[in-house]
Nanobody
């Protein structure tokens, strides 16, 4: 029974920082890669980041490259997304996902399991 639960969203000013958490259950993080997606009203769903379970490879969308950092604690079953220098266009509901695959290719291409999402709002 794969479950993903996001937390850590909130309201932050432009230029501020926020850390999201994704707690995984039903599997271990050294088995499956975890991806982060975001969805904002009127915008396409966007794959934001991913961390592989196989070799630690990470992926970042161009829109967040250099500002966001993904990491994980296998023992805690938790993946983190540190978001720095936030912009209003980062406002969205953020979801963590898994394709039950070791690598990020499947996690970003065909995510099969989703959390409930956590709202991030960047506004002055």
């Amino acid at each position: 029974q794969v479950q993903l639960v996001e937390s850590g969203g909130g309201l932050v000013q432009p230029g501020g920082s926020l850390t999201l958490s994704c707690v995984a259950s039903g599997f271990t993080l050294d088995s499956y890669a975890i991806g982060w997606f975001r969805q904002a009203p009127g915008k396409e769903r966007e794959g934001v980041s991913c961390i592989s379970s196989s070799d630690g490879t990470t992926y970042y969308a161009d829109s967040v490259q250099g500002r966001f950092t993904i990491s994980k604690d296998n023992a805690k079953g938790t993946v983190y997304l540190r978001m720095n220098n936030l912009k209003p266009e980062d406002t969205a509901v953020y979801y963590c996902t898994t394709a039950k695959s070791f690598g990020c290719t499947a996690a970003m291409r065909a995510p099969a399991h989703w959390g409930q999402g956590t709202q991030v709002t960047v506004s002055s």
